[in-house]
């Protein structure tokens, strides 16, 4: 920040001070520190922006008063008049974009501590959580236990295709037909199916999800639960 800050003072200064001690072939332009203030809106809090239009203010009126930079006119209010309403405009946007920023970063905040609060609860459940951004690839975001469950590595990439890799060939067919009717349709769905984990043990997995479409009909977003379900249907086995 105090890199940023000392770049738009020394802009600041040569445009409004004439640091530049302006000549033929150098530009002297109102809008150069404009890039400084505008990244620092997006990168900082609202504080440390106003601080930043605060130096270039304090440098711009006084260089104005001066008879220096882009808006010394005839009369000195006929100057300032001019350089309080480039100041404002750039206050409102910069402070506005500042806000912005802000905003989003305590929704992502909030996101995520609600990610982590339904993965504990998910973990506490025994369920493996997933969803799938479908126009933005085949790749899955899944929960810790959900890799647990089907036996994925930490940082293993989650597709389809892998998916199927672990599913019993007896099911894999059966399980492709109802992703491909989920996709069509939309809905929510519900299967159960076996997997090899790689110990080489099977498994049985409940799954139940859900796919939105789009004004258009196209699936847009799909997301689900899965539950080992193995010592019940053992137990429902022994039971018939």
């Keep these: 920040m105090g890199i940023l800050l000392l ?3 020394v802009l600041s200064e040569a445009v409004f001070a004439d640091g530049l001690q302006f000549r033929p072939g150098i530009i002297q332009s109102h809008s150069s520190p404009l890039p400084i203030v505008i990244w620092t809106a997006f990168r900082f809090t609202q504080r440390e922006t106003a601080t ?3 130096i270039l203010s ?3 009126i006084w260089g104005t008063m001066h008879g220096f930079g882009p808006f010394a006119g ?4 006929q100057s300032l008049l001019a350089l309080q309403s480039w100041t404002a405009v750039l206050t409102i946007t910069a402070m506005a974009l500042s806000a912005g920023m802000a905003e989003r970063g305590r929704a992502e905040e909030a996101l995520r501590e609600s990610e982590a609060s339904m993965s504990l609860a998910a973990n506490a459940a025994n369920l493996g959580l997933w969803v799938w951004n479908i126009p933005g690839g085949d790749e899955r975001w899944v ?3 959900w890799r647990q469950l089907f036996g994925f590595a930490d940082s293993e990439p989650v597709t389809f295709d892998r998916f199927l ?3 019993h060939p007896g099911d894999s067919e059966r ?3 109802v992703v491909q009717h989920m996709l069509e349709h939309g809905g929510e769905h519900e299967i159960e199916y076996r997997i090899t984990r790689p110990d080489g043990s099977i498994r049985w997995i409940a799954s139940h999800g859900s796919v939105e479409l789009d004004e258009r009909g196209k699936p847009v977003l799909a997301r689900g639960v899965s539950r080992d379900v193995t010592k019940r249907k053992i137990a429902r086995g022994r039971a018939v």
């Design 7 to 9: 770049l738009l003072f």
């Design 52 to 54: 930043g239009i605060f």
């Design 58 to 60: 304090a440098i711009a």
């Design 74 to 77: 005839e009369t000195e209010n």
């Design 143 to 145: 929960t810790e236990k």
């Design 165 to 167: 890799e672990v599913v």
């Design 175 to 177: 399980v492709k037909q």
